[in-house]
Nanobody, 125 residues
Framework: QVQLVESGGGLVQAGDSLRLSCANA????????MGWFRQTPGKEREFVSA????????YYSDSVKGRFTISRDSAKATVYLQMNSLQPEDTAVYYC??????????????????WGQGTQVTVSS
C-alpha cells in the first residue's frame, strides 16, 4: 500500500523559495506517476506538475512554468517540488498524488490512486 507524506511547506515572503517533498512511506513508487496539486478555500483542486514513473515526461501548469521544478529520487522513494519566485497567488495547500496508470493523462486530469494529506504554503506580499 502507498502512503504519501508531504513536507516542506511554510510561510515565506514573495520572491522566496521552498522545496516540497513527498515521500512514500510504505513501498517503492518506482512504477507510479507522481504529481503535485494545490487547492485554496472555495476553489477546485488545481494541477501544478507531474512527472512520469521513469522521469522522462514532465508537465507544468502555465501558472508555475519556469518557476517550479518537479523531480524524483526513486532510491529515496521521494518526489520534490522546487518552488522559486513564489508569489502570494501560490498560497494554497499542496497535495502530492500518485497514480499507477501507464501514462500521466489521468493524473494530469486530477485523478490519482493515492493522495497525501497536504502541506500548507503561504506566501506573504
Amino acid at each position: 500500500q502507498v502512503q504519501l507524506v508531504e513536507s516542506g511547506g511554510g510561510l515565506v515572503q514573495a520572491g522566496d523559495s521552498l522545496r516540497l517533498s513527498c515521500a512514500n512511506a510504505r513501498r517503492p513508487f518506482s512504477n507510479l506517476n507522481m504529481g503535485w496539486f494545490r487547492q485554496t478555500p472555495g476553489k477546485e483542486r488545481e494541477f501544478v506538475s507531474a512527472i512520469s514513473w521513469r522521469g522522462d515526461y514532465i508537465y507544468y501548469s502555465d501558472s508555475v512554468k519556469g518557476r517550479f521544478t518537479i523531480s524524483r529520487d526513486s532510491a529515496k522513494a521521494t518526489v520534490y517540488l522546487q518552488m522559486n519566485s513564489l508569489q502570494p497567488e501560490d498560497t494554497a495547500v499542496y497535495y502530492c498524488a500518485a497514480d499507477s496508470l501507464a501514462t500521466t493523462q489521468r493524473l494530469r486530469a486530477g485523478h490519482a490512486d493515492y493522495w497525501g494529506q497536504g502541506t500548507q504554503v503561504t506566501v506573504s506580499s
